[in-house]
Nanobody, 117 residues
Framework: QVQLVESGGGLVQAGGSLRLSCAAS????????MGWYRQASGKQRELVAA???????NYADSVKGRFTISRDNGKNTVYLEMNNLKAEDTAVYYC???????????WGQGTQVTVSS
């Protein structure tokens, strides 16, 4: 099974930027959809952004125009570029991938993003 490892989280002031990376232990060509989810304290996990193997993207309304998801098949990595961060973006961010053949889902361990106002 391919494992996912997130990195790039941290503490940033409101209005700042962060770039999250999700590195896979094997080829991400086995995945169809890949995405970023987040879970704030006391709240349910929610989809932030997703990208298909064909490069089609989907964003939560709350991050449209501020976040950009991309995938680099050569580096087996998915990125989430986050700009103009707000306090409400504070959460643990998780990488997710869905196997194209089985439909089984894989999760990373998460990375904390904290935005100070």
């Amino acid at each position: 099974q391919v494992q996912l490892v997130e990195s790039g989280g941290g503490l940033v002031q409101a209005g700042g930027s962060l770039r999250l990376s999700c590195a896979a232990s094997g080829s991400i060509r086995v995945f169809n959809d890949m995405g970023w989810y987040r879970q704030a304290s006391g709240k349910q996990r929610e989809l932030v952004a997703a990208i298909t193997s064909g490069g089609r993207t989907n964003y939560a309304d709350s991050v449209k125009g501020r976040f950009t998801i991309s995938r680099d098949n050569g580096k087996n990595t998915v990125y989430l570029e986050m700009n103009n961060l707000k306090a409400e973006d504070t959460a643990v961010y998780y990488c997710n991938a869905v196997y194209a053949i089985s439909g089984r889902s894989v999760w990373g361990q998460g990375t904390q993003v904290t935005v100070s106002s």
